[in-house]
């Protein structure tokens, strides 16, 4: 079978609306612009950026807010035929603060989660080399369900997995069944990425290195990338030992928002053309740095793969 999709994204798709002012909390932000928004979106869209053909699985609403996520992802070259719209439930909806930190949010959710089996058949993801998703898609049900069988059938056939702990106990508050849902994903040994904050809202106090690293290695992850900040980043593989890198200086952050998620696929774009961990790390943070002067997604009018790979 050849492989002709990279990563399929599966989880949340949304609109983002980012608060115009910056550092500004959310009840002093008068105006917000609209972005595509969306962990496994972000991704999906940045890997079609660097030239790699990702596609997206996920549901938004049969409303002027879901033609708007058509539209875009369309624009940006990614394939929308694994794209749901629900008739029942509008479109999910974050308002998020402008933040050179961890930005604050609120979640209106609506038809993300209603994520269903049918729109991942087995073929395509035959045909697919990485299979991506997030601790926010798994937070609720269907989508929780359909993800955990699409995965296990993932590995089964071959696919290296991967996922973002991007935990919060706004989106998921039974931390408990979060641990145990993330338990059962981590058991087919994906490529894991989470932050100090990811840390320490699912743990709900400071946890250090070793212990986050321990306790994730138990549950099966065989590599794991901890992202700091300005503190830079630290990568923790069972079979190649421990790495770290400075951050990337930066005169002015615009907007962390998917920042994350800009250094997972540079992460990712690394991994799949088979360069070694410190490598994948300077390529993930070239592309967060990218996005992290720049509000809402990356920018057209530079060339993306050429800065990553010089």
């Not at 901890?226 to 005169?251: C, E, H, M, P, R």
């Not at 390529?283 to 002067?293: C, E, G, H, T």
Request: proline share 3%; with cysteine.
């Amino acid at each position: 079978m050849e492989k002709t999709i990279d990563i399929i994204c599966i989880g949340e798709v949304l609109i983002d609306f980012i608060g115009h002012e910056v550092n500004t909390s959310i009840n002093r932000t008068k105006d917000y612009h609209r972005f595509l928004g969306g962990s496994p979106t972000n991704v999906a869209v940045n890997a079609s950026r660097l030239g790699l053909n990702p596609i997206l699985v996920a549901t938004c609403g049969q409303d002027g807010l879901g033609d708007y996520v058509v539209r875009k992802l369309k624009s940006n070259n990614v394939n929308t035929t694994h794209i749901r719209k629900s008739e029942d439930n509008p479109t999910s909806v974050i308002f998020v603060s402008k933040s050179t930190e961890t930005p604050d949010f609120i979640p209106y959710r609506q038809a993300d989660c209603e994520i269903l089996e049918s729109q991942l058949p087995d073929d395509v993801i035959e045909k697919a080399k990485i299979f991506h998703t997030t601790c926010f898609a798994l937070s609720k049900n269907p989508a929780r369900t359909t993800i955990l069988n699409r995965a296990k059938k993932a590995k089964e056939l071959g696919l290296k997995l991967s996922i973002d702990i991007n935990f919060s106990e706004r989106i998921w508050p039974d931390r408990a069944e979060a641990k145990q849902i993330i338990k059962e994903y981590l058991s087919n040994d994906p490529l894991v990425k989470l932050s100090e904050d990811d840390c320490y809202r699912l743990f709900a106090e400071v946890k250090s290195e070793d212990y986050i690293f321990e306790y994730f290695h138990n549950l099966g992850a065989s590599t794991i990338c901890l992202t700091k900040g300005k503190n830079g980043v630290v990568v923790s593989d069972v079979n190649y030992g421990l790495f770290f890198q400075k951050a990337v200086q930066i005169n002015e952050i615009k907007d962390a928002t998917g920042a994350g998620d800009a250094f997972w696929t540079g992460f990712l774009y690394a991994q799949l053309h088979d360069k070694n961990i410190e490598d994948s790390i300077t390529i993930a943070q070239k592309l967060a740095s990218i996005k992290l002067q720049n509000v809402g997604r990356l920018p057209d009018n530079i060339n993306i793969k050429k800065i990553i790979e010089e």
